[in-house]
């Protein structure tokens, strides 16, 4: 519970953008998030909006999140004078997420799955998105399942799997090459390089930064 806070920088080809984030979990089981985003180029313009909705949480530590309000053209990073427009159709999500001291984590993490050695091991993540489809009018829900298994032999192999009802088959493999060291992290996979620090924590989470920031993906307590 309590009030997070996320910012993230990216830079495109004439200018950098910033997205703000503020999560409030209250102890009803509501939620509260409050959006900013503005460019370098006019820095001056923000664009507000909020969400609102119910959350839980369950014993194994993954929380299900349902937005049923929106807000738009907010006038400033608050909820104050809010319109709140109710979703005909709910969107609701569930993961697993994670607390360690000020830093909550909803996302860019994985979890061992059996025994690791340091990286060494598999991790992975699972998941549910349920959103409304508007040219089918019903629910596209899909449920997901994201490996990494990293071998001794410095080759990686990410396996995808989605299921529209919970049970998995056979899953989008591929096989790719991958460094760490001193919290760096590289993969080559797919023709792409990824390159992150990254922390093990409790040799149970394998945590996402991005290539500076260990903790570039977290919510900081407010």
Do not use: C
Request: aromatic share 14%.
């Amino acid at each position: 519970m309590g009030t997070w806070k996320h910012t993230s920088t990216y830079d495109h080809t004439t200018y950098t953008s910033t997205d703000i984030t503020q999560l409030t979990l209250n102890a009803d089981g509501t939620f509260i998030q409050l959006r900013d985003k503005v460019n370098s180029n006019d820095p001056d313009t923000h664009d507000y909006g909020a969400l609102k909705g119910t959350y839980s949480v369950d014993a194994e530590g993954n929380i299900t999140i349902s937005e049923t309000y929106y807000a738009d053209n907010l006038s400033s990073f608050s909820i104050e004078g809010a319109d709140w427009t109710p979703y005909d159709h709910p969107n609701e999500y569930k993961g697993p997420v994670l607390v360690i001291g000020n830093q909550l984590y909803t996302q860019a993490f994985l979890i061992a799955q059996g025994l690791v050695s340091g990286i060494v091991g598999t991790w992975g993540v699972e998941g549910m998105n349920k959103m409304w489809d508007s040219d089918a009018n019903a629910y596209d829900q899909t449920y997901f399942k994201y490996e990494l298994v990293f071998m001794n032999d410095g080759t990686v192999t990410r396996n995808r799997y989605e299921s529209s009802t919970g049970t998995f088959g056979l899953p989008e493999s591929s096989t790719g090459t991958y460094s760490y060291s001193n919290g760096t992290f590289t993969m080559q996979i797919d023709s792409e390089t990824y390159t992150n620090k990254v922390t093990i924590y409790n040799n149970k989470y394998l945590i996402f930064g991005d290539e500076t920031s260990a903790t570039a993906n977290a919510f900081i307590k407010q």
